[in-house]
Nanobody
Framework: EVQLVESGGGTVQPGGSLTLSCVAS????????MGWVRQSPGKGLEWVSV????????YTKAPVVGRFTVSRDNAKNTLYLQMNNLKPEDTALYYC???????????????????WGQGTQVTGSS
């Protein structure tokens, strides 16, 4: 059974930092691209960042470029999202998801993500 379990969310003041983690099980983690997708209150899904299976290529959406960094440790079956300089508009439920589509620069076709975690809440508090 494929499982993705996120952790690391919390409430931070603007300018603060958080690191999200996602532990994967039930599949060969090192064979799949992985991504982070968020959903803000009252809004739709928004992809944040995607990393390829070996960690050699990363794609990050414009609003978080320079502030968020995706990484992975295939030996630990774990995906990370380092978030710096958090802003109130980063408030969202952050999901870890497995990507099974083709490599691209826009990952907004969410049907290409076939398994999702339960999400971890990040709140930017002013």
């Amino acid at each position: 059974e494929v499982q993705l379990v996120e952790s690391g969310g919390g409430t931070v003041q603007p300018g603060g930092s958080l690191t999200l983690s996602c532990v994967a099980s039930g599949f060969t983690f090192s064979s799949y691209d992985m991504g982070w997708v968020r959903q803000s209150p009252g809004k739709g899904l928004e992809w944040v960042s995607v990393i390829n299976a070996h960690g050699g290529a990363r794609y990050t959406k414009a609003p978080v470029v320079g502030r968020f960094t995706v990484s992975r440790d295939n030996a630990k079956n774990t995906l990370y999202l380092q978030m710096n300089n958090l802003k109130p508009e980063d408030t969202a439920l952050y999901y870890c998801a497995r990507y099974v589509g083709r490599p691209k620069t826009d990952y907004s076709d969410y049907s290409d993500f076939d398994y999702w975690g339960q999400g971890t809440q990040v709140t930017g508090s002013s």
